[in-house]
């Protein structure tokens, strides 16, 4: 079936270093969208990626859909305590309507 | 306020019992959703709604059962038929479908001994 894979799942950084997630779709997506879970709370939307080698900053959070959209990448620049939680992306499949997420990385920052 | 309102936060049911949880929006969104979430799984879906009296089940829908009487409102009713009920539950909501950003509420962590 329809899958994204998202690794690592697990990371364990010290304050000011920097952190990637990546994401690889079995199929081309129409978009990738991306999402953060502090702990104890909910998903929430940080951005949507559409077109083909998109990149998009958000202050010190950069994410890249790959040329063939079938991967994507959210890189964070020197880390901060605030930036713990899950990130998940989520890949949306036009063909059946579908959005599919990833496992999710946890983050975890050392002050 | 716009938002998503799940109650309750916390519930908590014997084996054996139907529950249904709440999923309240009042964004005018058309498209609503159920997920489960599991340590380490990330998000599954169980049921979407893209209009009032209308509904699709999602990956895991076996021992869920949702209606979609009114536009604001999705409850899920998790039946005695569902072999692993004790889970996170998120409903979600969107303007359109799921080609759009989804909305999350607070979600309720549901426990059965």
């Known amino acids: 079936g329809q899958q994204v894979m998202q690794i690592p799942q697990y990371q364990h950084v010290q304050e000011g270093e920097d952190f990637t997630t990546y994401c690889n779709s079995s199929?081309?997506?129409?978009?990738i969208q991306w999402y953060k879970q502090r702990p104890g709370g909910h998903p929430v939307f940080l951005i949507q990626?559409?077109?083909?080698?998109e990149v998009k900053k958000q202050k010190r959070l950069t994410f890249q859909f790959g040329e063939a959209k079938k991967n994507s990448s959210l890189h964070i620049t020197a880390t901060q305590t605030t930036d713990v939680g899950t990130y998940f992306c989520?890949?949306?499949?036009?063909?059946?309507?579908?959005?599919?997420f990833g496992a999710g990385t946890i983050l975890r920052v050392k002050s | 306020d716009g938002g998503i309102t799940q109650s309750p936060k916390y519930l908590f049911r014997k084996e054996g019992q139907n529950v249904t949880l709440s999923c309240e929006q009042n964004l005018n969104h058309d498209a609503m959703y159920w997920y489960r979430q599991d340590p380490g799984q990330g998000l599954r879906l169980i049921y979407y709604?893209?209009?009032?009296?209308?509904?699709q089940k999602g990956d895991i829908a076996e021992g869920y059962s949702v209606s979609r009487e009114k536009k604001e409102s999705f409850p899920l009713t998790v039946t005695s038929a569902q072999k692993n009920p004790t889970a996170f539950y998120l409903c979600?909501?969107?303007?359109?479908?799921?080609?759009?950003?989804?909305?999350f509420g607070p979600g309720t962590r549901l426990t059965v001994t």
């Open positions: 979600a909501s969107s303007i359109r479908d799921s080609a759009y950003e989804q909305y």
């Open positions: 989520a890949g949306y499949m036009e063909y059946g309507n579908k959005l599919v």
């Open positions: 990626l559409v077109k083909s080698g």
């Open positions: 199929t081309t997506l129409s978009n």
């Open positions: 709604s893209q209009i009032v009296n209308d509904f």
